[in-house]
């Protein structure tokens, strides 16, 4: 069965810092991978996705993800925050084999960017 | 430029009743999805629909029916609305079944 964690409920960086949002994943076969963000009372956004290729995904607003088969993990990753990146965050996995099948989604983590 | 639109955004309503909330995409996509949020359990999926008159159960699906007669549109009927069913629906699509979703600005149900 394939299955999405987000380890870590709230992260909480200051401004200007790098952060980091944990996702794992377990998929039978090759994952499609994919971090959406969602603010206050609105839809999720798609931030980037990994199909195939390099590991090292870029997105928008400066975000960025690798994956790393081995530990099974696409972390999302940023090198300088910002007060208006804080909101919910998630990561979402389908098997590359399973034509038709819909996304898995994380439980979500809340990131808060102090200023 | 619409992209993915829901309506109502808000409705309340009474056990029992049926409440059908609409969904419609300007894109062509092929694909069409409910989820419903809640806290604690993400996303979770409901159905989802491959093209016009193919349809799926998710995840949830108990109390639930959808219809897909055209792309654009995949309305999603709760029979008898109970207040478990109280929550925030969204509706997403995507070009393919591998492509990344698009999601709407939901729809906040609450079940009296």
């Known amino acids: 069965a394939q299955s999405v964690a987000q380890p870590e409920d709230q992260v909480k960086v200051a401004e200007g810092n790098p952060l980091t949002v944990k996702c794992t994943y377990s998929?039978?076969?090759?994952?499609?991978l994919f971090w959406y963000v969602q603010y206050p009372n609105r839809g999720l956004q798609f931030l980037l996705k990994y199909i195939t290729g390099d590991n090292l995904v870029k997105g928008s607003y400066g975000f960025e993800a690798e994956f790393n088969k081995s530990q099974t993990s696409f972390h999302l990753k940023k090198p300088s925050a910002l007060v208006s990146d804080s909101a919910l965050y998630f990561c979402a996995v389908r098997a590359a084999n399973q034509a038709g099948t819909a996304l898995i989604f994380g439980k979500g983590t809340t990131l808060s960017v102090s200023s | 430029d619409a992209g993915i639109t829901q309506s109502p955004r808000y409705k309340i309503t009474e056990t029992g009743r049926q409440v059908t909330l609409m969904c419609h995409q300007t894109w062509s996509h092929s694909y069409m999805f409910w989820y419903r949020q809640d806290l604690g359990h993400g996303l979770r999926l409901i159905y989802y629909?491959?093209?016009?008159?193919?349809?799926d159960k998710g995840e949830v699906p108990d109390g639930y029916v959808v219809s897909r007669s055209k792309t654009e549109n995949f309305p999603l009927t709760l029979e008898s609305a109970t207040r478990s069913q109280t929550s925030v629906y969204f509706c997403a699509s995507s070009l393919q079944g591998y492509s990344e979703q698009f999601f709407g600005p939901g729809t906040r149900l609450t079940v009296l």
């Open positions: 629909s491959a093209a016009a008159d193919i349809t």
């Open positions: 998929v039978s076969g090759n994952p499609y």
